[in-house]
């Protein structure tokens, strides 16, 4: 007799899991972390960031001091700032008066009625 495995969908999405944070485990912490923050559009908190890279909560927040040390907004155009609860790369606010001129929003005309 044969025996049937039932597969579900939640067996390929712990599956999938799996195989994405591998590959984080492979680079230095400093990479994994640095580079999910850069790709997120949203504030990450170090949780989020533990369980992604399967590392533990402590030196995820060790690894964002070190990050938020390296890119200190006195030596570069972006820094790592703690917002809302998560953490987030912004913009050196020194550069504000060139990214807005460069990033305005552009009001358009509109034409009048016939």
């Not at 001091?65 to 987030?88: C, K, M, N, R």
Request: charged share 20%.
């Amino acid at each position: 007799m044969t025996e049937i495995q039932e597969h579900s969908a939640e067996d390929d999405t712990a599956s999938e899991l799996e195989s994405a944070v591998s590959p984080l485990l492979e680079l230095p912490l400093f990479a994994a972390v640095s580079g999910l923050l850069f790709v997120s559009p949203r504030p990450l908190s170090a949780k989020i960031i533990a369980q992604a890279t399967g590392r533990r909560i402590a030196d995820v927040e060790a690894a964002l001091e070190e990050i938020a040390t390296v890119y200190s907004p006195d030596h570069h155009g972006f820094s790592l700032t703690l917002v809302s609860g998560g953490w987030q790369f912004r913009s050196n606010p020194q550069l504000a008066p060139v990214i807005r001129k460069i990033f305005a929003p552009r009001t358009k005309r509109i034409s009048r009625a016939a």
